[in-house]
């Protein structure tokens, strides 16, 4: 099978196509305690790249700096060629990188649904339209249907998001960032949790959206990595200590000492 890297490599002319999120010399010290030190991460246009590393590597972090919720006290963050470096959460959502959580954000008790028509209703230009009959609302649900389809809740359409299994929630979640289109989805280990059967089901939907789409998650489970990504960087105490395939990294000593010899 051929990867969405693969094919966005095989551009005419044979250029390597420029990243669309290139990280340099990325720190943040909390103090005198250094959490991340020197990252350099490209995530290339229409990749699904992986950010591992055992517990404390800094992982989560990266991510709160990437999507601007928390600033860098050194390097470089550029999206699309622009230096958006200490921008705000909703200036980086606003160009097209969104996160999601380790913790499923759903609105518990509205259906599954309602929780895409809210997440659409900022792109249609509704969303503080507090006091406007629900029936404006309307026009939204064919593209409620839409997402709803893609991620495979069609059928839970008119459940409670607080009735979905876990696993469910995490596709609805992942409907709800969809809803405002994103071209970069940050996914902070989407697999968490989850029990083997909805893992299956959301590497299958991570797989899906990753059509016209890029995707870089931290996750911990190494079947995942090795079988959905296309590029990991891996991480250790703050500093990236490999970077490349899965065959590569799961080779390399520093790597299996750090990381996948403990999961072993």
């Not at 950010?51 to 601007?68: D, E, Q, R, Y």
């Not at 959502?93 to 759903?106: D, E, L, Y």
């Not at 990595?225 to 000593?253: F, K, W």
Request: charged share 25%; with cysteine; aromatic share 4%.
């Amino acid at each position: 099978m051929v990867s969405t890297a693969e094919r966005s490599r095989a551009a005419p002319g044979g250029a390597a196509p420029a990243p669309i999120l290139n990280v340099s010399g990325l720190g943040r010290r909390f103090g005198a305690f250094v959490a991340v030190k020197g990252v350099d991460i490209r995530v290339e246009e229409g990749s699904i790249h992986a950010l591992i590393g055992p517990n404390g590597a800094g992982k989560t972090t990266v991510f709160s700096m990437l999507s601007g919720f928390l600033k860098p006290t050194e390097g470089r963050i550029e999206y699309r060629g622009t230096d958006i470096t200490g921008a705000g959460p909703t200036q980086v959502a606003r160009r097209g990188m969104i996160r999601s959580f380790q913790i499923s954000a759903t609105f518990a008790h509205l259906s599954v649904h309602e929780n895409v028509r809210v997440a659409l209703q900022r792109k249609a230009g509704l969303a503080y339209q507090f006091w406007s009959p629900e029936s404006r609302l309307d026009r939204l649900d064919a593209r409620v249907a839409e997402l709803l389809a893609e991620v495979g809740l069609a059928a839970e359409r008119d459940t409670l998001a607080v009735n979905l299994s876990y696993g469910r929630k995490r596709m609805l979640e992942i409907a709800t960032t969809l809803a405002v289109d994103p071209d970069l989805l940050l996914l902070d280990e989407p697999m968490a949790g989850m029990a083997h059967e909805d893992v299956e089901r959301v590497v299958e939907l991570i797989r899906r959206i990753s059509d016209g789409r890029t995707i870089l998650m931290v996750e911990h489970n190494l079947s995942v990595v090795r079988n959905l990504c296309d590029r990991i960087t891996v991480l250790q105490r703050g500093e990236v200590i490999a970077e490349g395939s899965y065959a590569q990294v799961s080779a390399n000593p520093q790597v299996r000492e750090a990381y996948i010899g403990t999961e072993a």
